[in-house]
């Protein structure tokens, strides 16, 4: 059980931090601050390359402490938010993937969830400082905080974009 623990913490830890490298930087196929910026302008969110950032760093931060298997409580409560602000995003488009889907987050939620539920394992840095176990009531929190998080994140800072019927005709060709 312990490996299995292990395999999957590395496995979502790694994919959320890479996702959120991808929102600030060049590296793994990210298009830079820019990018990650007009990517949240374009879903609706406000606060530019702060709110990238902040999702960034979010997911960089939780990805690696589920990794590593440190904080895990508060990993997954970070990992959960962040990727319930994706699932939102995703959600008009249906479940699956191939649609532009929320099946991704949504998996990725549900694994933080797990480990915040079952813990990290043996072979981690919460076990290996003695942490563990964590209390249940904490693991709870967790996953209740980051899925409330993710939702007051999302009803703060987005702003759907006004379509061209919201603009009176006047206004629609407008520079």
Do not use: C
Not at 112 to 122: I, Q
Not at 159 to 167: D, N, Q
């Amino acid at each position: 059980m312990d490996t299995g623990l292990l395999i999957l913490r590395l496995l979502a830890g790694l994919l959320i931090a890479g996702h959120g490298v991808q929102k600030v930087s060049f590296r793994l196929g990210g298009s830079g601050l820019a990018g990650g910026t007009e990517e949240f302008r374009h879903d609706g969110f406000r606060g530019g390359a702060l709110t990238a950032l902040a999702a960034g760093a979010g997911q960089i931060g939780s990805g690696l402490l589920l990794a590593v298997g440190a904080l895990t409580p508060l990993a997954a409560a970070g990992a959960i938010g962040v990727m319930t602000v994706a699932l939102t995003v995703k959600w008009p488009n249906g479940l699956w993937v191939q649609k532009d889907g929320y099946e991704y987050p949504l998996v990725l939620v549900v694994i933080a969830a797990v480990l915040a539920l079952t813990g990290p394992g043996r072979h981690s840095l919460d076990r290996a400082l003695g942490l563990l176990p964590w209390p249940s009531w904490l693991a709870l929190a967790a996953v209740t905080g980051g899925v409330f998080a993710g939702m007051a994140t999302r009803a703060l800072l987005h702003r759907p974009l006004p379509t061209p019927a919201a603009f009176p005709p006047a206004e629609r060709n407008r520079p």
